[in-house]
């Protein structure tokens, strides 16, 4: 079967997942140890993804809980994350991708197995420290 959607938004979670870990930054709109937000293009088809990465410190085991997402938006949405404060506001963030779309997300939780996969719904941005 020849489907035109990119490797990056395919119905797998791996091959995405791979995909967009290699992706091209176009801009760290947060760098902090536990929260990270980014605007990643796709180097085979364009597409951008917000990708958010949250943190829990367990200081108990050093078993961090770890979330990663990467939520597809569109060229007008890149535009006005990079001009909204986000460090400042996290939640500037939702209030641009305010509607429900399809996300890859990777949950990493303390002491339970990976779980990656896509999601259709409304992004949030998971805990961190
Ligand atoms: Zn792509």
Redesign the pocket.
């Known amino acids: 079967m020849i489907s035109d959607r990119?490797?990056?938004?395919g119905d797998d979670c791996i091959a995405p997942k791979e995909?967009i870990r290699a992706t091209r930054y176009i801009a760290r709109l947060v760098d902090e140890s536990h929260f990270g937000v980014s605007i990643e293009q796709?180097v085979?088809?364009g597409?951008h993804f917000l990708t958010l990465f949250c943190e829990q410190v367990d200081w108990a085991d050093s078993d961090d809980p770890q979330v990663w997402v990467a939520v597809p938006v569109s060229a007008d949405e890149v535009e006005k994350l990079r001009t909204a404060d986000v460090a400042a506001d996290e939640n500037a963030i939702l209030k641009i991708i305010a509607n429900d779309r399809r996300f890859l997300l990777h949950d990493m939780p303390k002491g339970a197995p990976d779980r990656l996969a896509w999601m259709t719904r409304r992004p949030f941005i998971p805990g961190h420290d």
């Open positions: 990119c490797i990056c938004l995909a796709c085979r088809c597409q």
